[in-house]
């Protein structure tokens, strides 16, 4: 504490030096420009630096060169980044989900905990300390962001479920939830990026059963609204339970075209990525 205090003393008799020696001295001069300003400061600070102590024969300048310059350190290459952190675990379709938007990282990794760092242009994935993916930040909801270098050599590298098992489960299921699974596998080159929704449909089919499931899927499929979010939403309902006779469900006639996706289109998401209750 006392030698707190004596230092408190010494950069407070600094700062009385400098409004002295600056700000006192430019007092009664006018300025008419900010650089005009830091021009006569910059004067003025030089040669303060210069001027001999009381009591030792060097100056500021001259201490500074032979005592503090030596010991300088170069400034970093890059200026400081603020940066977030956050936990998180690598999905199935070996991508990692930051606020809305999915990250690639090595297939490798499916199922493994890693650390995110986000900075405002870009993301890092580490595991076990090591980096191992970083990509440009993106603020694009539901969308992927995916390395080729990521992606699997087979199928099978993906985990437990490529996308070969989950058309097998669907066809058992029964037709309709194979055609909606088959057409969210072959929408995208990447079928991995589909892995989301159908995760989420196998895990619906297990909390309301594969009958409803199958109702869902044939009145996803006659409105040409083929998703995750809008089979989530007719088992909430319970549209599966009514009848699709003459192609009109209850409320009126559906209008048929490429442009019109039907109301539950609008309930739209990247699929089941975590815990959810239940719809039935």
């Not at 300048?61 to 890059?78: H, N, S, V």
Request: aromatic share 6%; net charge positive.
């Amino acid at each position: 504490l006392l030698s707190g205090t004596f230092d408190k003393a010494k950069v407070e008799k600094c700062v009385q030096l400098v409004e002295q020696s600056l700000l006192e001295a430019l007092r009664h001069e006018r300025f008419t420009s900010l650089g005009e300003l830091n021009e006569a400061l910059a004067a003025r600070r030089k040669a303060l630096n210069a001027r001999p102590f009381q009591k030792r024969p060097e100056s500021r300048r001259e201490l500074f060169e032979t005592l503090d310059r030596p010991a300088l350190r170069a400034l970093p290459a890059q200026r400081y980044e603020y940066a977030e952190w956050k936990l998180g675990r690598v999905n199935i379709d070996y991508h990692v989900a930051v606020e809305g938007h999915c990250y690639s990282v090595p297939c490798e990794l499916v199922r493994e905990p890693v650390e995110i760092r986000l900075t405002a242009s870009g993301v890092e994935v580490l595991h076990k300390g090591r980096r191992v993916a970083v990509h440009a930040r993106s603020g694009k909801k539901g969308g992927f962001t995916t390395a080729p270098e990521h992606r699997p050599k087979s199928h099978r590298e993906h985990g437990a479920w490529p996308p070969e098992r989950m058309k097998e489960w669907a066809a058992r299921v029964g037709p309709s939830t194979a055609a909606v699974v088959g057409e969210l596998l072959d929408r995208s080159p990447f079928p991995q990026e589909r892995y989301r929704g159908c995760l989420g449909i196998m895990r619906l089919a297990r909390q309301c059963g594969e009958e409803r499931m199958e109702a869902a899927a044939r009145r996803a499929l006659h409105y040409r609204s083929v998703s995750y979010a809008s089979i989530k939403a007719i088992l909430a309902r319970g549209a599966d339970r009514e009848p699709l006779e003459g192609g009109e469900p209850r409320g009126g006639a559906a209008v048929k075209h490429d442009n019109v996706r039907g109301g539950a289109y609008y309930g739209e998401c990247s699929g089941g990525t975590g815990q959810e209750e239940s719809t039935c």
